[in-house]
């Protein structure tokens, strides 16, 4: 059993950077690939990126490839998403998630879930 929190959302203006953590409890945290996702109102929860259990590979949707850098820390239980230049379209909550398998892209892929961080992007 894995429990996820997030934490970092706020609201910022289209530029700005800001990095969500995602801390995550249970002992077996650093055998899960960890990912981000994101659902704006109105929308479907949206791949963003992923993380293998050692931290070595990444793969980010296209949509924020270049501006979203994914980390994790397992030793401190944390998985981070870096994220700058961001646009109102990024208005969104985001949620980290862990899987078993690295990568996995889709939402019925992951088997925990946290509940979510806020994240606005004014123009």
């Known amino acids: 059993q894995v429990q996820l929190v997030e934490s970092g959302g706020g609201l910022v203006q289209a530029g700005d950077s800001l990095r969500l953590s995602c801390a995550g409890s249970?002992?077996?945290?650093?055998?899960?690939?960890m990912g981000w996702f994101r659902q704006a109102p109105g929308k479907g929860r949206e791949f963003v990126a992923t993380?293998?259990?050692?931290?070595?590979?990444?793969l980010y949707a296209a949509s924020v490839k270049g501006r979203v850098t994914i980390s994790r820390d397992n030793a401190r239980n944390m998985v981070y998403l870096q994220m700058d230049s961001l646009q109102p379209e990024d208005t969104a909550v985001y949620y980290c998630?862990?899987?078993?398998?690295?990568?996995?892209?889709?939402?019925?892929?992951?088997?925990?879930w946290g509940q979510g961080t806020q994240v606005t992007v004014s123009s």
């Open positions: 993380i293998n259990v050692g931290g070595s590979r990444t």
């Open positions: 249970g002992r077996t945290f650093s055998s899960y690939a």
């Open positions: 998630a862990a899987a078993l398998i690295f990568p996995r892209v889709t939402r019925d892929e992951y088997t925990y």
